[in-house]
């Protein structure tokens, strides 16, 4: 059977094909909540986080599908000429901290190791910690919801690295940025990103990871 793109409307793909095609070319487009172009199922979140995990690869078991916590993750990563790695999301409409959410049964510093992986395509050192958070959250349907949330600092394992520059399923791209870059309007998902890379900047502590010792 061949399928259409619901975003382009593309015809002819096969089911891989469209598997592949929907974050290559359409990264940077609205989340879509419609029937499943394949399986004509109504997606529970987002249609290309329903046919990431359960059609194509995923679908034949070739590779698992995402299985993620409520824990976040995220990595503040900086080169030797000061500038920062961030990263563009799928569906979003700027910049950010590479990371996301911890898999089932991983630990802090492997699943941030991973997300930076995934999303800009290096692999980094953790060199400390930022700031740990803990919430808890009492959901009127789903019960009792907690969570953390930790910011890492790292470095690239290997100098000069080619961050990635073509969009997938984990995110549309990555740029090196400088704090002028943000203040000269380069746009920005959340105040966040800037507020760890001018704090970096102005020489604020960091923490050593051993204080996830006990996590």
Known sequence: PVFTCPYCERPGLSEDALWYHCPLYHANDSALFQRCTICRKWPVKSLQEHL???????????????????????????????????????????????????????????????????????????????KVEFSTRNHEVYGIHQKVRCIFV???????????????????????????????GLKMRK???????KYMDDGGVVHPLSVLDST
Do not use: F
């Open 191 to 197: 105040l966040e990103a800037g507020h760890w890379i």
């Open 154 to 184: 790292g470095r690239l394992c290997q100098p000069g690295q080619m961050a990635k520059t073509i969009p997938d399923y984990e995110s549309a791209g990555s740029a090196w940025v400088s704090h002028a870059d943000i203040l000269a």
């Open 52 to 130: 990431r995990n359960q059609h194509g690869p995923v679908g034949r078991g070739e590779i698992p599908a995402e299985q993620t916590t409520r824990h976040i993750v995220r990595v503040l990563i900086r080169r030797e000429d000061g500038k920062y790695l961030l990263v563009q999301e799928n569906h979003r409409d700027g910049y950010t901290l590479p990371g996301g959410r911890v898999d089932v049964g991983e630990g802090l510093q492997e699943a941030a190791r991973r997300e930076v992986l995934e999303e800009v395509g290096v692999e980094v050192q953790l060199t400390g910690v930022l």
